[in-house]
Nanobody, 117 residues
Framework: QVQLVESGGGLVQPGGSLTLSCVVS????????MGWYRQAPGKQRELVAS??????NYIDSVKGRFTISRDNAKKTVYLQMNSLKPEDTAVYYC????????????WGPGTQVTVSS
């Protein structure tokens, strides 16, 4: 049974920083595709960043501000967020997808990030 648990969300001022963590259990992890998604009220869920063997991708609005990384020994994926803006406010979700399984995946329960002065 694959399980994902996010942590690190909270309230920060514009221009501040925050680091999210996602701990995975029940999976080999090292070969899995990991992603961070976010969803604001009334808006579609969007892929913010993803990381797999030899490939990292970011949505345009976070390039240069966010960094995704992973620690395979700890089965953990991170999202370092700098220069945060109010439009970054959303629930952030961790996602795991097995190789060669497009359209499928596992989700964590999410963690709230609020950027406000």
């Amino acid at each position: 049974q694959v399980q994902l648990v996010e942590s690190g969300g909270g309230l920060v001022q514009p221009g501040g920083s925050l680091t999210l963590s996602c701990v995975v259990s029940g999976s080999i992890f090292s070969i899995d595709v990991m992603g961070w998604y976010r969803q604001a009220p009334g808006k579609q869920r969007e892929l913010v960043a993803s990381i797999s063997i030899g490939k990292i991708n970011y949505i345009d609005s976070v390039k240069g501000r966010f960094t995704i990384s992973r620690d395979n020994a700890k089965k953990t994926v991170y999202l370092q967020m700098n220069s945060l803006k109010p439009e970054d406010t959303a629930v952030y979700y961790c996602n795991l997808r097995k190789p060669r399984t497009p359209g499928s995946g596992y989700w964590g329960p999410g963690t709230q990030v609020t950027v406000s002065s």
